[in-house]
């Protein structure tokens, strides 16, 4: 889209967007009147039954934004992350020594899923299988259904979604959620009420206790909040490690210079959040990843609550939902070779002081997480939990692409998919 220099409004697979140049980011960071929230409340149906995680997410109280903003990046987190994932490399990859292939775009879900529910819901769920099919099933589902519902009409939407088989499904997995969680929940209540009797206070170190930390009393559904978590993390989560570790595995060239800075750093500091920040060569491989496959190719979306006038005077409407284009990231100006994966790159800039050039910061050069305040409060949850899945991997297996194979990125509509039949070759290392 670089060939376009002013607004232009199109549709796409998520809704009709006008998209502004990346000339816009730094006025539309500053610009009150487009809001986030409001826009992801509309168009993923967040008043409809089955989407109650899309309505606790875009809650005005923001509960679930601030337990993400104030109590995902705890340094313990690293080690949780570390040990889930252990048991699941073990399970489904196993301790083979000999070359053999798998499901790797499957298999990045499911490990995220369970690193991501050790924290969320704590270490006995996550590992209840059940629990780990509820939550990657659900992710697809809600998915499925807005594109499904989206389909439609809006004046037929109140009445189909009781009929769609998406939104059904939906529905019938968030029952399931509240039966699995309830024991838990109950199991808290009591905790607490003897912790209060005995002056001994017991925490637990998960999103469930969180939840009830920074609501203080105030409603909300804390079933719809887990899915809410599980939604915000499988999907944009695992399509960052899928395509980190094919484009790694497509420069073998990395393997070993990753793998030396994460033994050195995990020799200094463990599977800490210190031992993450000296993986920097990772750091900047993943963030490279993000440049060329950035998820989505415009970002930064927002809905007009007003009618607003752009910087090139054209008005657009109270309603209007807009968009910039990300093309900035692949523009020759900015980054050089900018078709062309360096893993590299943000090493350099970062050793050059460029503070934006680590993985978690944003800049507008770089908008894969956001920028201005709708950022997305989760990236730091997301670089160390990516970072230690590639550390680990690259650490305990040799990895490669099957030979003659290319993972393509699937691009439809506006969004940007990794490889969805991608596959591994691995082996063990000797121990």
Same mark, same amino acid.
């Given at each position: 889209m *670089?060939?376009?220099?002013?607004?232009f409004?199109?549709l796409?697979?998520?809704g009709?967007?006008v998209?502004?140049?990346?000339?816009?980011?730094?006025?539309?960071?500053?610009?009150?009147?487009?809001d986030?929230?409001?826009?992801?409340?509309?168009? /993923?149906?967040?008043?409809?039954?089955g989407?109650?995680g899309?309505?606790?997410?875009?809650? %005005?109280?923001? =509960?679930?934004?601030?337990?993400?903003?104030?109590?995902?990046?705890?340094?313990?987190?690293?080690?949780?992350?570390?040990?889930?994932?252990?048991?699941?490399?073990?399970?489904?990859?196993?301790?083979?020594?000999?070359?053999?292939?798998v499901?790797?775009?499957?298999?990045?879900?499911?490990f995220?899923?369970?690193?991501?529910?050790?924290?969320?819901?704590g270490?006995?769920?996550?590992?209840?299988?059940?629990?780990?099919?509820?939550v990657?099933?659900?992710?697809?589902?809600?998915?499925?259904?807005?594109?499904?519902l989206?389909?439609?009409?809006?004046?037929?939407?109140?009445?189909?979604?009781w009929? *769609?088989p998406?939104l059904?499904?939906?529905?019938?997995?968030l029952?399931?959620?509240?039966r699995?969680?309830? %024991?838990?929940?109950?199991?808290?209540?009591?905790?607490?009420?003897n912790?209060?009797?005995?002056?001994? $206070?017991?925490?637990?170190?998960?999103?469930?206790?969180?939840? !009830?930390?920074?609501a203080?009393?105030? $409603?909300?559904?804390?079933?719809?909040?887990?899915?809410a978590?599980?939604?915000?993390a499988?999907?944009?989560?695992?399509?960052?490690?899928?395509?980190?570790?094919l484009?790694?595995?497509m420069?073998p060239e990395?393997?070993?210079?990753?793998?030396?800075e994460a033994?050195?750093?995990?020799?200094?500091?463990?599977?800490?959040?210190?031992?993450v920040?000296?993986?920097?060569?990772?750091?900047?491989?993943?963030?490279?990843?993000?440049?060329?496959?950035?998820? =989505?190719?415009?970002?930064l !979306?927002?809905?007009?609550?007003?009618?607003?006038?752009?910087?090139?005077?054209?008005?657009?409407?109270?309603?209007?939902n807009?968009?910039?284009?990300?093309s900035?990231?692949?523009?020759p100006?900015i980054y050089?070779?900018? &078709?062309?994966y360096?893993?590299?790159?943000f090493?350099?800039?970062?050793?050059?002081g460029?503070?934006?050039?680590?993985?978690?910061?944003t800049?507008?050069?770089?908008?894969a997480?956001?920028?201005?305040?709708?950022?997305?409060?989760?990236? &730091?949850f997301?670089?160390n939990?990516?970072?230690?899945?590639?550390?680990?991997?690259?650490?305990t /297996?040799?990895?490669?692409?099957?030979?003659?194979?290319?993972?393509k990125?699937?691009?439809?509509?506006?969004?940007?998919?990794s490889?969805?039949?991608?596959?591994? !070759?691995?082996?063990?290392? %000797?121990?």
């Amino acid at each position: 889209m *670089l060939q376009f220099n002013g607004p232009f409004r199109i549709l796409t697979t998520l809704g009709s967007r006008v998209i502004l140049p990346a000339s816009y980011t730094e006025w539309l960071k500053n610009c009150s009147d487009l809001d986030h929230q409001a826009l992801v409340h509309d168009e /993923y149906f967040a008043t409809y039954p089955g989407m109650e995680g899309q309505s606790i997410v875009t809650d %005005p109280r923001k =509960i679930l934004i601030n337990v993400t903003k104030t109590k995902l990046n705890q340094n313990g987190q690293c080690e949780l992350f570390h040990e889930h994932l252990t048991e699941a490399l073990r399970e489904i990859w196993t301790d083979d020594g000999d070359w053999h292939t798998v499901d790797w775009s499957q298999h990045a879900i499911r490990f995220i899923g369970r690193m991501s529910a050790s924290v969320f819901v704590g270490p006995q769920l996550a590992r209840d299988a059940q629990w780990q099919e509820l939550v990657l099933t659900s992710t697809m589902n809600t998915f499925m259904g807005v594109r499904s519902l989206r389909a439609w009409p809006a004046f037929l939407r109140p009445l189909v979604h009781w009929f *769609l088989p998406e939104l059904r499904t939906c529905r019938r997995q968030l029952r399931l959620a509240r039966r699995m969680l309830q %024991p838990t929940f109950d199991h808290r209540a009591r905790v607490r009420t003897n912790s209060i009797e005995s002056h001994k $206070p017991e925490k637990f170190n998960d999103t469930i206790e969180w939840l !009830e930390e920074i609501a203080a009393g105030r $409603p909300y559904d804390a079933a719809a909040a887990q899915i809410a978590f599980a939604i915000s993390a499988m999907h944009t989560t695992s399509e960052l490690l899928k395509q980190a570790l094919l484009d790694i595995c497509m420069h073998p060239e990395l393997i070993p210079a990753i793998r030396h800075e994460a033994n050195q750093a995990i020799e200094e500091s463990g599977w800490t959040t210190a031992g993450v920040f000296k993986m920097q060569l990772l750091d900047s491989a993943i963030k490279e990843t993000q440049r060329l496959k950035p998820g =989505i190719l415009a970002n930064l !979306e927002r809905k007009a609550m007003r009618d607003i006038v752009l910087p090139n005077g054209m008005t657009i409407p109270r309603g209007t939902n807009v968009a910039v284009d990300s093309s900035m990231m692949w523009d020759p100006a900015i980054y050089h070779n900018p &078709f062309t994966y360096d893993g590299h790159r943000f090493l350099r800039l970062r050793q050059a002081g460029n503070a934006w050039a680590a993985l978690a910061s944003t800049s507008p050069e770089h908008i894969a997480f956001g920028i201005g305040k709708p950022i997305c409060p989760g990236r &730091f949850f997301v670089n160390n939990e990516v970072k230690i899945a590639l550390a680990k991997i690259l650490l305990t /297996y040799d990895v490669r692409i099957p030979e003659g194979v290319k993972p393509k990125v699937v691009e439809m509509g506006f969004e940007m998919l990794s490889d969805p039949d991608a596959k591994l !070759e691995i082996r063990k290392q %000797p121990a």
